[in-house]
């Protein structure tokens, strides 16, 4: 058992995120050039301008006509976001074990803080799971991989919260936590994870659109 923890914590960490970066640069390169191929003119209109308008309008909760209509989705889904990056980027059992290995470390958030927000990405991964069941235009348009993105998501929250409390068998779940983060930062260039960062393009590129064609918001 203890070679396992060894192995998913070493090399498959570096494999995950060299998986990450590596295909995070290939997916960047690869959209960029089909969208030279395909659409040019759209690129050759992008606009800084709009583009940041557009961004940071839809950053802003409730400022796009999307958010105020669906204000319960709009609150679950800002929750989510924030909790699922924030926590375990300032989560004191990481920084421990990143100072340990290359002396860095950075501001914490307290172990109860962190707790309460991993309560809430399960929950708000609870509630998504509810709308593609119960809702039926949402449950129309899911497919298997919006289940397996949202498993991949959840399962690192679901497994750090029942070993942070001991709950079930320690050594299996702490195991099973750190190759369910691994499967989750390996996944985000090829899944709809990348979202993380095509969202920002799409909303530059229908930013420029609106802005510079229709002079119209989009948001």
């Given at each position: 058992?203890?070679?396992l923890y060894n192995f998913v914590t070493g090399p498959l960490v570096w494999a995950s995120f060299a998986i990450f970066i590596l295909g995070s ?195």
């Open positions: 058992m203890y070679g640069i290939y997916r960047l390169v690869s959209m960029y050039a089909l969208a030279k191929k395909k659409d040019a003119v759209s690129l050759a209109y992008m606009d800084w301008k709009f583009s940041f308008r557009s961004i940071f309008n839809w950053l802003i909760p409730f400022n796009a006509l999307g958010w105020k209509k669906n204000p319960v989705l709009t609150v679950v889904t800002y929750v989510f976001h924030i909790c699922l990056l924030a926590t375990p980027i300032l989560l004191s059992a990481h920084i421990i074990l990143i100072e340990e290995s290359w002396g860095v470390s950075w501001w914490t958030l307290s172990d109860s803080t962190a707790d309460i927000m991993t309560i809430l990405v399960i929950v708000a991964c609870a509630f998504f799971a509810g709308r593609r069941l119960y809702q039926k235009d949402v449950r129309f348009l899911t497919t298997g991989q919006d289940w397996l993105i949202l498993t991949i998501a959840a399962l690192p929250f679901i497994t750090g919260f029942l070993a942070y409390h001991q709950l079930f068998n320690y050594q299996v779940l702490i195991i099973a936590h750190v190759l369910a983060g691994n499967i989750m930062i390996a996944a985000i260039p090829f899944t709809r994870l990348s979202h993380m960062f095509f969202s920002v393009f799409t909303r530059a590129y229908m930013g420029s659109e609106f802005g510079g064609i229709r002079k119209a918001k989009d948001w």
